[in-house]
């Protein structure tokens, strides 16, 4: 489900430190995908956040939102290893059907 919120983004984009990189374009707080509302939709930022979605259930949600923030302090938002499964996959709008639980983890050491 889709929910449109300036004022949830502005809050990550505070809370991440985002707005230096451009800002929260959208993001996925299970079970929502939480976007601003001049955010434009397509089907691969939908397919990115999808994504997203999925990492979390494999991780039971709580677990996931930890892992990323440690990775996202230690090594940037493109060093997250959550980011780049769903960065170099949201193009695929058939990649869910296919990906394998936990298909995150081969993408702990890749680089982009």
Partial sequence: MILRSDIIIAFFDWLLGMKKHGGIRAMALFP????????????ELINHEKIHLRQQLELLVIPFYIWYLIEL????????????EAHLNDSDLGYLKSRRPYSFKKYIWKKW
Avoid: L
């Fill in 73 to 84: 302090k230690r090594k940037g938002y493109y060093g997250v290893c959550f980011e780049r």
């Fill in 32 to 43: 929502f995908i939480v976007m601003p509302k001049s955010t434009v939709i397509d089907e």
